[in-house]
């Protein structure tokens, strides 16, 4: 009988360290992936605080005696903070067409640019200048507000000027793939009719001229400059340990006379977020 009860007993215990192995060992799993989460949390906060110090940094040289130094026509350059390397590029408004100022046949030149079919492009130029205007008449091929409401969506038209690029969204016409490529040519922030094409994209020079135009190289030095008191787009890109990634775009007033050198009108880190309209969301 005392052998038998050994006998379970022994059954038991090995039972039992089996048991305790297989806990133990989860928990050690299970430190190693928290362990693993931890250690990419702080990469990431790493890379975004370097992409933010870039921003800074580019902001910093615009307002200082340095400023010349900058080039504005959107070439990447790098800059070294610590032992991380940032990619900076730097535009100005005014390379940009703006949605708000520019002509039906401007609008139409950056919607050429993004790649985006002729017979599309008249309705989505129509349907900018409905969005734009303060009245509730359809241009030819646009949409207004009993439009947007025929098609069941939750807003109307805004009839006034468009606050954000990411507006674009609420239009008819534009996919998520054109509006990918079109942001990077347009800005709210200009109010300029025209574009200076020396600060321009090339491949919205390229349509707009008919003439094929290099990228601008990474030397800073040379063509590519542009007053230093304005509005810049400034785009910072830095790639942390882990592979981490981390990316912002900033839209940004800048004045060396003013009692305010500088205005944040917008700070973006991708993707770009969905928002509603600010008015217009009723019918």
């Given amino acids: 009988m005392n052998a038998r009860q050994n006998g379970m007993a022994l059954v038991v215990v090995l039972w039992l360290i089996v048991l305790l192995s297989m806990m133990a060992a989860g928990h050690t799993r299970g430190t190693h992936v928290d362990t693993q989460l931890a250690s990419r949390q702080v990469a990431v ?55 708000n100022a520019a002509s039906p046949d401007l609008l139409d030149s950056a919607l050429e640019a993004a790649g985006i079919a002729e017979a599309k492009r008249r309705p989505i130029v129509d349907a900018i200048l409905d969005w734009r ?41 534009i996919a998520q793939a054109e509006f990918e490529r079109l942001a990077p040519l347009v800005t709210v922030h200009s109010k300029r009719s025209s574009l200076d094409l020396e600060l321009a994209p090339p491949i919205l020079v ?18 590519g400059r542009g007053p230093q008191s304005g509005t810049f787009h400034i785009y910072a890109t830095v790639e942390a340990g882990s592979g981490a990634v981390a990316a912002i775009e900033a839209v940004v007033t800048t004045s060396r006379s003013s009692k305010e050198p500088l205005i944040v009108h917008e700070w973006r880190e991708p993707p770009r977020q969905v928002v509603p309209p600010l008015e217009g969301a009723d019918g």
């Fill in 206 to 223: 390229e349509v707009m001229t008919g003439e094929r135009v290099e990228p601008a190289s990474q030397d800073t030095t040379g063509s």
């Fill in 45 to 99: 906060a790493q890379a975004r605080g370097y992409a933010e110090a870039g921003v800074n940094h580019a902001l910093l040289m615009l307002l200082s005696d340095k400023g010349r130094d900058v080039p504005v026509d959107g070439r990447i350059f790098g800059v070294a903070i610590d032992d991380t390397t940032v990619t900076l590029a730097v535009r100005s408004a005014t390379g940009l067409v703006d949605l």
């Fill in 133 to 173: 205007d303060g009245d509730d008449l359809r241009h030819l091929d646009g949409v207004e507000d009993q439009d947007y409401i025929a098609a069941g969506l939750p807003w109307t038209s805004r009839d006034g000027r468009f606050v954000a690029v990411d507006e674009l969204r609420y239009l008819p016409g």
